[in-house]
């Protein structure tokens, strides 16, 4: 089997650029001509195996990160945002998209964003008079897709938060559990905590210095709730810093992002890494054993399990998701090469939407993707009651899963048929991006596909595929 060459310029820069060398040092170092380290830089030619053995041993860089990176979620960013119908045929190809990704990542992220704009501005029509008629207007992302967009591009993986958290962790572990120390710190710093029959999950009364708990709330909600205020007021020097990096665009993105980084704070205190990483390899990611173990809701450690992913110490690259009953996306990680549609619902296909009709069950499904990449889904559904007669019971499901070549590390991979073509379901990101030509589930048209009419003939669609 040849050996896949690695084209890596984007991230070669960043590391020089890091490192704060110019390109005559940084070839020095790395024992290559600077017109040989301008090539690769540039795509023009593979990263050798004796720069990536130079990168480890002069620099001890992780070299599985040259492999990795932005590349394949720019590229399916970037379909997507091109199947948007105002494009019209002007889409370019695939292998445009992928050098564009691959050589020119910034570029691509401002091509995004200005998509992201006019998407924005189309879809509020109604006040863009009043818009524009201001002097400051401008056109902005939403706050929430703006901090969405953040936790996207950072892995899902906060290094100074998530370190932060596993110090505290390690000193909250003279207490019996991590709630009874979570409630002993705020206490020292002079907060009160009390659990009421109250409708919100959590309220803090700044003046008084009080935190009310929902009594209603299940205990691992309660305990996730309580470091989330940990955070919010032990950790809050730290989680401006983090803030003051990412330069969001407006007070509601920060403010959003924020509490974002207070509950990322929240799920790494409670499962901190080195530990849950063990435990994870240890039981072989059972979700119900680690739940049991770390006093985790089954949702909290499948998303834990996404965030795993801290230089050097990598975890299975996962994806999680959650969707509503509509098929919405509402949580969305994905540190493998699927990525999920940010328009729209997932595909019907996949199997997180049968988990609504198989409650309390695990749900195991082999899917390859357009791409030819095969993964393994696990689904659930996730019923989150109010706690009292009458409140409302929210549902939703997730899915985790990971590319097949994990699946030895799974406990849910055990007994499946890896060797038959016909055991893997094809599955999809968005009908406008979806190349397959048979698809009973088929919405609308893809993009780079034409569409051939014959009046004479119906089949599942009305129309074939060319």
């Known amino acids: 089997m040849a050996t896949q060459k690695l084209y890596a310029g984007a991230k070669l820069r960043d590391v020089r650029t890091r490192l704060g060398l110019t390109q005559k040092d940084f070839a020095a170092k790395l024992s290559v001509s600077l ?18 053995l130079a990168l480890a041993q002069e620099f001890g860089f992780d070299v599985t990160e040259l492999g990795q990176g932005d590349a394949e979620r720019l590229v399916s960013d970037m379909r997507e945002a091109l199947a948007d119908p105002v494009f019209g045929e002007a889409a370019p190809q695939l292998a445009d998209l992928r050098l564009t990704a691959s050589n020119a990542p910034a ?34 992302p939403s706050p929430w897709e703006e901090v969405r967009d953040f936790f996207h591009y950072c892995d899902n993986y906060i290094d100074a938060v998530d370190r932060a958290a596993e110090r505290y962790a390690q000193l909250s572990a003279t207490e019996p559990d991590i709630r009874t120390a979570a409630i002993a710190r705020l206490s020292r710093q002079g907060v009160s905590v009390k659990f009421n029959q109250t409708t919100p999950m959590r309220s803090y009364d700044h003046d008084r210095k009080e935190l009310i708990l929902s009594a209603y709330a299940p205990v691992e909600t309660q305990t996730f709730q309580l470091l ?11 989680l401006d810093a983090t803030l003051d990096l990412a330069r969001f665009q407006s007070d509601e993105a920060r403010s ?38 770390f006093g985790s809701s089954v949702e909290q450690v499948a998303h834990r399990l996404s965030t795993l992913q801290r230089p050097g110490a990598k975890g299975v690259p996962f994806f999680f998701v959650r969707v509503d009953q509509a098929g919405t996306i509402t949580k969305r990680h994905s540190a493998t090469r699927l990525q999920f549609a940010r328009f729209g619902g997932a ?17 195991r499904q082999l899917a390859e993707t357009p791409d030819g990449v095969r993964y393994i889904s696990l689904a659930c559904d996730v019923s989150k009651t109010g ?25 849910y991979a055990d007994d499946m048929d890896f060797t038959r073509a016909s055991a893997f379901e094809p599955i999809g990101i968005s009908c406008r991006i979806c190349e397959r030509t048979h698809c009973h589930q ?13 009046p004479s003939l119906r089949s599942v669609l009305p129309y074939r595929l060319d």
């Open 35 to 52: 017109p040989y380290l301008n090539q690769m830089e540039n795509n023009n030619r593979p990263v050798s195996t004796t720069v990536v």
């Open 107 to 140: 570029f691509a992220r401002a091509f995004l964003a200005l998509h992201r704009a006019y998407k924005q501005t189309h879809e509020r029509l109604a006040s863009l008079d009043e818009a524009l008629g201001r002097e400051d207007a401008q056109l902005r």
């Open 228 to 238: 989330v205020q940990v955070a919010l007021l032990g950790q809050n020097q730290l």
């Open 256 to 293: 959003i992002a924020k509490l974002g980084l207070a509950n990322y704070f929240a799920g790494a205190a409670m499962m901190p890494y080195k530990d849950f990483l063990d435990a994870a390899q240890e039981t072989r990611h059972d979700l119900e054993l680690l739940s049991a173990r």
């Open 347 to 363: 595909c019907p296909l996949w199997n997180v939407h049968r988990a609504f009709e198989n409650p309390g069950q695990f749900l």
């Open 387 to 411: 706690g009292h007669f009458g409140a409302p019971m929210r549902r939703y499901a997730i899915a985790l899963g990971c590319d097949v070549r994990h699946a030895a590390a799974l406990v």
């Open 442 to 454: 088929r919405s609308v048209p893809p993009l780079e596909k034409r569409l051939s009419i014959d």
